[in-house]
Each structure stands twice: as structure tokens, then as C-alpha cells.
């Protein structure tokens, strides 16, 4: 009988009750007692509805106050020094001190957070545990065993889930003097062994070990490791499931098949061709679990092709079969019963956490009772919406794809080659050496916001609306002015989110009220869906843009999102290929750019935030990735005259391993964030040679402080040694919606005199 489990549940909660106890508690609004109160019973509500579902072994331990590998940082005691100045135990205000940093006005005189990171290819970030060389391991935090006897006490029978100590000494990073983080594992293991024994006299039968760094490509020393880690841990008590996910095991199979613990969970839906290879390697007492749900997407699951994969894995192992989602439910919303504003059609389609869950239930009882009527006409609905689905016309759109199959590599290439459109671009701008710009969008305060949300609740008329955001056009225009910006921008007043905002105007994509998925800590994303072949219907930006250059006599930067980032900052569809779908968005926004263009605009900003996130997990798959979210780029810039300048913006982004591609995009000018790294980035556009123009962020506009000019005139001619003064642009790092105007002012201000000083220096 094939056991049904899961990976984890998404702890925020269907309203995001988490979220907003943790905001109150951080304000002081609530206590401590009545923030865990809200977890108790957030926890309490998430394994019963993972039990009504179905779900027959539940997971405990993925519960997190902020972030779950913070919580194994505190359960091992790896707590950096600045966060220890008060002796005694770690307590709960000491990890939001890790995640959030302490105040200079706190009692500790102020440490700064730990690092964040995205946790694999997921939007999801985690923070950085910090190791130093004499690194001591001791098990610190109780949580764990805590919320297992909670979880018992309600009567469910649970998992506790860790992550493995392989893939937690991966995530993090050493500090101090150099030295190889995996050489802790002799130290760390020991920790593992006392969980294990802890949970085992909590009469647990059954725990989880993630180790998702088993589908990366790893150094020989860390799949050495592998073995001996298990090896040690094999004489501790609990039967155990290491869970891989996120990609293929790939030629990690052998190993991890081979590991000697009780049971393999794989990803099938990331790499479904794991199955059956897998069976003949599996020892014959080990427990299979098979991950047929998608984790990381909120579509149903085609039940019969799952079901014929169950049915032939079923025949081998028998008892030994175990089913799940494919990775943990994290990454997606909690329940779609929630949505009351999605159309029956549209829903029908549709699975969020809850349902997912559901699914996996239905599987197993497929399997076990395929002739019950219930489990009959289930499947039978889900074969009318795959039907329904793949015949639809609100999905298919002969237009877009007649579109999509006319395209000519001509489509993909500017006229002329960077040089002279170049030469034809300073002709048209006659701008300065080191022309300054910013990233595009200005302040959010509070009232584009109010205005925003009464628009949107009809409290205020179309015309108002459009009015409060002219001003505040007129405003950004106008500060920019004052300051003696080159290249002015309209500010994004009316932008959400920089995806969101064009996902709305473009047909194919539908918009939930309540699929919140943690992003870190207390933040969370809506991603909007993709669903159907993408188009355009009318232009998203050109009345702003036309407007914002009204009012001024400069030139005005008009600013798009690129087709990558709207594709990987969204969810996507799983019925055709990504890269059909970032081509169908990159022939909706070239129309945008193309109408940009024929009303006078003479810049085009086209971000592309999320260019290098979009990386596959292994190597192998970058160039492939790399090819068709060039070809995207170039497919959305290439429509425009020559004297069209087109500029793309990157954040967050280590550029060494992908510049080849960077310089394939051929974009006329690229901006991106450097400040932090010391201008250290851009040695890869050094070596490479890139021809084309660069603005290096001079300021990280993260932080509210106000750079001096000595620090970004500093930094300017650490960038001038790196590349050449004639291709080189001055401005911040990233967009400045999260800051206030007194600080935005002040900050450009001091960018535009160090600006001025290096001119006087060239
Ligand atoms: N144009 C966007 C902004 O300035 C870019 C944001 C981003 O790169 N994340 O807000
Ligand atoms: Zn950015």
C-alpha cells in the first residue's frame, strides 16, 4: 500500500496570519506570547488540513519563524559572534536578530543581518549561516521537539523534518580566515545524532533529511562526504528518507540510491526520466518515495500519467512505495477554495497547496481501490479538465502562434552592429561623458499608494487617478530637473510591481486574490499566472511615457520589463516549454517598445532583474537557458531604429560565468549593481572586453543612508580604470521605489558633484 506524506506545508498561513503577527510583534503591537500563539496555531490548522486531505504522515519542522534554515542555524548553535553579546540561551529575539540585523540604538550597539540568499532556483530566499574555523556545534533550540509533541498531542502521526548536514554546510558560507566549511562535518554530525536520538524518544518511527544539494553538480570531495556522513549517522536511531528535489540526481543517483538509510524521495516532475532507471538501482529494503505532484506550480496534476508511472512502481516495490508532492508545498499558495473572484473554468485547473495535497491522496487511493466509484469519477474529471485544458480556446490563440512561427532570426538583430548605432545615438542624445541616469522608478510613499487602492476600490474616478499620478510625474520630473539628471525617468508611480503591472495589460495571464507565497521572512509574493498564449492588446505604457516627456526637454527613459523576468517572477505554464512562452512575451513587449519609439522616445530601458536566477541547477542546462533568454531579449529590442538607444538593467547578479551572454543580449547600454561589491563585477566585463556601455550602481540604495560624494567618486574611478570613461554611465545601483524622497534627493545630489569631479578629472 503506497504510504502518502509531504515534504512541507506553506507556513504563512491562508490570510497570512504569519506574516502579520510577525509585523506586530516587531512593532511591539503584540507580545511574544501571542506571536506564538499564532504559530501553535497556524501549525495545528496546517497538519489538519494536510489530514483531511489525505495525507497520511505528516511533516513537523517546517514550520519557521522566518526562515528554515535560520532555525537549523539556532538549533546547532551556529550563531555569529555579534549576536551572542548577552550571555545564556538564544531565544526567539535572537533569530529575528540574525534575520532582520539589531538597530544601532538596541541594546547590543547594533550588528547587521546575515546574508540572504535565493534557496536553489526558487524565489524563496534563505539566510546564510555563517561559519567560522573553530566552528563549535551544540545542539541550542528546542523547537524542533517541541512542535513534535505538539503535534502529537493532537494525535498525528508525524516526520519531523531536517535539513541534512551536507546540504546545510553547502548553503552557508565562511567568515574570518580562509578554511573548507565542509571540514565542520566531523564536528556537526555529532548534533544530528542527538536530534536523532532525542526524536527517537519521542517515539518518532520516521525522519525527513533534505539534502537537495544531491541535484546539483557537486565537487568529488563534497559526494565523498556523502557517504561518510551516513555512514555515521547510520547507528543513530529513526529510520530515514533523504528527500533530493529541484532537479535530477543525475550521476549523484548512484550515490544517493546507495546511502545507507531507509528510504529516497526523487523529483519526478523536474525529472521524470529518473523513473524507472532508479528501480534497478534502489537496494531491496529501501522505501521509494516518488514526487508526481508539482511543488513549484499550481496546476493539477494529469492523475493517469502519474497513475501509470504509481501503477509499474507499485509492481516492484510494493509496500516500499511512498507518494508525495515533489518537493516541499513552500512554493506555492495555500488553497485555492480561498479564490472567489477566478472563474469556474480557470479554477477547475488549478491546484494550490491544499489540492495538492488532495491529489496525492487520490493516488495512492487509485492505486488501492482503483474501482471505487469515487475514485472513478475523480479521475474521470480530471481527464475532462486535461481535456479541457488542452483544447481551449482562451488558451490557444492561433494569432499568437501563427506570430510565434513567423519569426525570422532577422527579427532578433538590430539593424546595425553596436558601433554605429552608437555613433548615431550620440549624434541624436548629445549627452555628456559619463551621462547620468537613474534605474526608473521614484518613492512609493503612502499617498501613490492610497490613491492606487481607491482607484482600484472605484473610490476615485479614472480621471483622478490618472491626475495624482501626473503630479507625481511631474514631481519626479522636476526633482530630476533640479538636480541636473541627463537621462530623466517618469518615476513608476503607477507600478505596483514591476511584473505585475504588465502582466495585468497583457491577455493570458490570470491574477489571484489570496496565492501569497513567502518570499523571506515576513514578505510575500503574488506571482500572477500565466495561462494561455500572451498578447498584447494595447499599449501598457505609452500614455505615461508620452506624458512624462511633456514635461520636460530632456530625454526621457521609457521603462519595460523584460520577457525573462516577467516569465520567471511569475508562474508559468506547464503545458508548453518555458521558452516558447518568453518569446511569446518578447513579441507583446517589442510592440511596447516599437510604440514607444514611433511617439519620439529615444531611450528604452528593458529590466531584466531576473536574467541570471532563470540559471537551471546544473551546468549542463545553462547554455540551452542562456540561448533562448538571449534570443528573448534581442527579440524584444531589435524591432527599433538605430538611433534608438536601448538599455537593460540587472540586479543582484555575478555576471563572470554568463558575460558571453550579457554581451549577446547587445544591449546599447547596461546598468547594474555594483556598489557593494566594490566594482568588483565588473572585472568580468573587464576581461571579456565588453564593447558596449556600462552603468555601475555608485550607491546601493537598499540602505537609507546617504552616500558621501568622496565614496562614489571613489568607486567612479575604480570604474574608469575598468573600462573605458567613454562607455561609461553614472548612476544608483537599483530602483529607488523603497526609499523616501529626503534621502533620494540628498543620495543623487552627491552621485551628480562626484559625477562632476570626475568629468573635471577625464
Ligand atoms: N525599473 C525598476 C525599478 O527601478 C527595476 C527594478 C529592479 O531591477 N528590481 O524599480
Ligand atoms: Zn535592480
Known sequence: MALTHNLGFPRIGRDRELKKA????????????????VGRRLRAEHWHLQQQAGIELLPVGDFAWYDQVLTHSLTFGVIPERFQRHAGTPDLDTLFGMARGVSQSGCCGGAHAEEMTKWFDTNYHYLVPEFSADQQFALNWEQLFDEVTEAQALGYRVKPVLIGPLSYLWLGKEKGSPFNRLALLERLLPVYGEILQRLAEQNVEWVQIDEPILSLDLPQDWKNAFERAYNLLQKEPCKKLVASYFAGLEENLGLAAGLPVDGLHIDLVRAPEQFPAILDRLPAYKVLSLGLVNGRNVWRTDLQQALTVLQQAEERLGPRLWLAPSCSLLHCPVD?????????????????????????ALLARALRQPECPEVQSALAQNRALQASRAASPRIHKPQVQARL???TPADSRRQSPFAMRSAQQRARLDLPPLPTTTIGSFPQTPAIRLARQAFKAGRISAAEYTEAMHSEIRHAVAVQEQLGLDVLVHGEAERNDMVEYFAEQLDGYAFTRYGWVQSYGSRCVKPAIIYGDLSRPQPMTLDWIRFAQSCTDKPMKGMLTGPVTMLMWSFSRDDIPREQQARQLALAIRDEVVDLEAAGIGIIQIDEAAFREGLPLRRAGWQAYLDWATEAFRLTASGVRDETQIHTHMCYSEFNDVIESIAAMDADVITIETSRSDMEL?????????????????????????????????????????????????????????????????????????????????
Open 22 to 37: 510577525l509585523e506586530a510583534y516587531w512593532k511591539g503591537d503584540i507580545d511574544q506570547a501571542a506571536l506564538l500563539e
Open 336 to 360: 485555492l477554495q480561498r479564490e472567489d473572484q477566478l472563474d469556474d473554468e480557470l479554477k477547475s485547473w488549478l491546484a494550490f497547496a491544499v489540492q495538492k495535497c488532495e491529489e496525492v
Open 405 to 407: 512561427a513567423a519569426i
Open 682 to 762: 565588473l572585472q568580468a566585463f573587464e576581461r571579456f572586453d565588453y564593447p558596449n556601455e556600462i552603468g555601475p550602481g555608485v550607491y546601493d540604495i537598499h540602505s537609507p543612508r546617504v552616500p558621501a560624494v568622496e565614496d562614489m567618486l571613489r568607486l567612479l574611478r575604480k570604474a574608469a580604470e575598468r573600462i573605458a570613461p567613454e562607455r561609461l554611465w553614472v548612476n544608483p545601483d537599483c530602483g529607488l521605489k523603497t526609499r523616501g524622497w529626503e534621502e533620494t534627493r540628498a543620495a543623487l545630489g552627491n552621485m551628480l558633484e562626484a559625477t562632476r569631479q570626475l568629468r573635471g578629472e577625464l
